[in-house]
């Protein structure tokens, strides 16, 4: 038996992350999210290349997040919210 591929028959997930102030750096957005468990997973998830910013993709682990952004990691979207 087969196991089923994650990119066939797949349902995007839309998270909204509330952030408390104006901005959010990309590495500790994905470890809160739960995307990333920490600092290195997190630089070896965008080194990558699975990660875009608003449809582009990023390669900055510092790059700054403001409400609005929507990140994507994988098939699942991550949307900034402010809280």
């Known amino acids: 038996m087969v196991a089923p ?3 066939y028959n797949a ?3 839309e998270q ?3 952030i408390a102030g104006d901005m959010i750096r990309l590495g ?3 470890k809160l999210a739960g995307a ?3 600092g290195a997973d997190a ?3 965008i080194a990558s290349g ?3 910013v608003n449809g582009d993709p990023e390669l900055r ?3 700054q997040l403001h409400p609005g952004d929507v990140v994507r990691v994988g098939i699942d979207d991550l949307r900034i919210v402010a809280a």
């Open 36 to 38: 990333a468990s920490g």
């Open 28 to 30: 500790p957005l994905l």
């Open 5 to 7: 591929d994650r990119n």
């Open 43 to 45: 630089k070896a998830l």
């Open 61 to 63: 682990r510092g790059r």
């Open 16 to 18: 909204s992350i509330e």
């Open 50 to 52: 699975q990660v875009t």
């Open 11 to 13: 349902f995007r997930v």
